[in-house]
Nanobody
Framework: QVQLVESGGGLVQAGGSLRLSCAASGRTFSSYTMGWFRQAPGKEREFVATIRWTGGRTYYADSVKGRSTISRDNARNTMYLQMNSLKREDTAVYYC????????????WGQGTQVTVSS
């Protein structure tokens, strides 16, 4: 079983930066795609960014493209999301997820880390 644990969330002023981490364990991720999602109060979960564990191909949502960077450290089984120029609209619980590359959905999810951006 894959276990995912997020960290790095917190309170930050608008225009500031945060770096989220997702520590993965339980199996090899060579055939997995990992990603970040977020859910604001009263809203549905939305996609933020994804990265293939092998090869490192990335994809970003329009809402964060240009000011966010997703990356991974294979040796540490850790994925990161660097977020800059944070806006009030970025306030949400951020979730780490993993799934087999090419599958229709993500199979594993972390418990989330809260990001709050003050305006």
């Amino acid at each position: 079983q894959v276990q995912l644990v997020e960290s790095g969330g917190g309170l930050v002023q608008a225009g500031g930066s945060l770096r989220l981490s997702c520590a993965a364990s339980g199996r090899t991720f060579s055939s997995y795609t990992m990603g970040w999602f977020r859910q604001a109060p009263g809203k549905e979960r939305e996609f933020v960014a994804t990265i293939r564990w092998t090869g490192g191909r990335t994809y970003y949502a329009d809402s964060v493209k240009g000011r966010s960077t997703i990356s991974r450290d294979n040796a540490r089984n850790t994925m990161y999301l660097q977020m800059n120029s944070l806006k009030r609209e970025d306030t949400a619980v951020y979730y780490c997820a993993a799934g087999v590359t090419g599958s229709a959905s993500y199979d594993y999810w972390g418990q989330g880390t809260q990001v709050t951006v003050s305006s």
